[in-house]
């Protein structure tokens, strides 16, 4: 028997959208609930949702509208999106999230205001984390922006990794 559609759904991501951190919570939840085998469901994510939610899994079309949403988002809104929204986006895993990402990243490196550094550090976990499997050219080079432009956090992870993994930035 097929898991029920998700109740509410044209509301949930309107919400979403408006900055409501529990509808981005629950979306973020769904795509991971949605992603593992029906057959092996994970109990921690769904005892992380509402009760309604947590026998739930997002149909094909609510998939796509939510991601497809939360990607405009963040390409309309650059720096005002929420780091819940990037994190989100994270937990698809779908390659086209990295090219919009990476945008994000290298504006939110080149404002010459600080800015929301959570952002800028969401943002860097979830290009490392989706790009590096799909868009690895194009994530390596966000990360290297990231140690080489960044501040604080960003710039220490963006270092480590590079470090980590071998890689150097020009000029080192």
């Not at 990037?86 to 990295?98: G, M, N």
Request: net charge negative; hydrophobic share 45%.
């Amino acid at each position: 028997m097929p898991a029920p559609r998700v109740p509410g759904f044209p509301a949930l991501l309107g919400a979403a959208l408006a900055g409501d951190r529990e509808a981005v919570l629950t979306l973020a939840l769904l795509f991971e609930q949605t992603r593992r085998p029906a057959a092996d469901p994970d109990e921690s994510v769904q005892s992380l949702l509402a009760p309604e939610y947590a026998a739930c899994r997002l149909t094909e079309d609510e998939w796509h509208t939510a991601v497809d949403a939360l990607l405009h988002q963040v390409e309309q809104a650059g720096g005002a999106t929420g780091p819940s929204v990037v994190w989100a986006l994270s937990k698809t895993y779908e390659p086209r999230i990295v090219p919009p990402l990476a945008t994000l990243l290298g504006r939110l490196l080149a404002a010459t205001d600080p800015g929301p550094r959570e952002l800028a550090h969401q943002t860097l976990f979830a290009v490392l984390n989706v790009g590096m499997g799909c868009h690895r050219d194009l994530a390596l080079d966000a990360v290297r922006a990231a140690a080489r432009n960044g501040s604080g956090a960003v710039a220490d992870t963006a270092r480590r990794y590079l470090a980590l993994h071998g890689h150097r930035l020009p000029g080192d």
